[in-house]
């Protein structure tokens, strides 16, 4: 969810014109990740702070460099500030809505991430073994229960989910050890019941408003006799949390 989304210039129909500086289109506002917490700067996954900005391309394709403006069309009230330099820091736990500008005429479209509180901690929302279910009349694949997972801020009695944080899950090991499985054979499933090639077995989820994330498991349940996948996630500066990582175990009987 966090790549470039090129943004091409609405204009008039025809060939593309030459804008000032020789630009012909631009990309979307850049963000080095989902959330920022109040009080903090926005960062990537790394902890490391991380300006948001534009990309610039002639009609060739080239980069230009350019110093893009910044505007909070979020309404009303504080939620961020936006430095020259393009460094956000998060005022007031919130949604944001931000467009780019480059020169008077190029503006992306709108952007949104959120201010949350710093998360804490993560751990599992339910079960952490599963069974992986018996292969349905006419189907070759079954799929497990959600392998789910809060992530939580703030006091015991205070606690509560934090919203856009990244939770990444990966098949771990496969039982016994000497079972020969097909990579695509056993994978990770997103909401669409989709996963990343080439193998399937890594996947990414983004946590909702309730701080929830979760990944199904898919396999053809034969030849092994269990799967481990463990769920990891770092506070927005990078450094584990608590709980992380966390173990599902799925069996085939």
């Not at 210039?9 to 979307?28: N, W």
């Not at 016994?176 to 996947?203: E, H, K, Y």
């Amino acid at each position: 969810m966090l790549g470039a989304v090129i943004g091409v210039v609405a204009l008039a129909c025809g060939e593309v014109p030459t804008l000032p500086d020789g630009i012909a289109y631009i990309s979307s506002v850049i963000l080095p990740a989902p959330a920022v917490a109040v009080g903090d700067t926005l960062r990537d996954s790394t902890g490391k702070a991380v300006p948001i900005r534009i990309v610039a391309f002639s009609q060739t394709g080239d980069t230009i460099a350019v110093t893009p403006s910044y505007v909070v069309t979020t309404v009303p009230g504080k939620s961020i500030t936006i430095g020259s330099t393009g460094f956000v820091v998060g005022d007031s736990v919130r949604p944001v809505q931000i467009v780019g500008r480059v020169g008077d005429r190029l503006q992306t479209p709108p952007v949104a991430f959120d201010v949350v509180r710093q998360p804490d901690s993560i751990a599992p929302s339910g079960l952490t073994k599963f069974l992986l279910g018996d292969v349905t009349t006419g189907e070759v694949f079954s799929i497990s229960s959600p392998l789910a997972v809060s992530v939580t801020s703030g006091a015991t009695a205070t606690r509560a989910g934090v919203k856009g944080i990244v939770v990444r899950y990966a098949v771990t090991n496969v039982f016994p050890s000497s079972a020969t499985i097909p990579d695509t054979t056993i994978v990770l499933l997103d909401d669409a019941n989709r996963f990343i090639f080439p193998t399937g077995r890594s996947a990414v989820d983004t946590t909702d408003a309730q701080g929830g994330a979760s990944r199904r498991l898919r396999a053809v349940p034969f030849g092994f006799d269990s799967v481990e996948i463990q769920a990891t996630a770092n506070n927005l500066k990078g450094i584990p949390l608590k709980g992380s990582p966390i173990r599902f175990v799925v069996t085939t009987k």
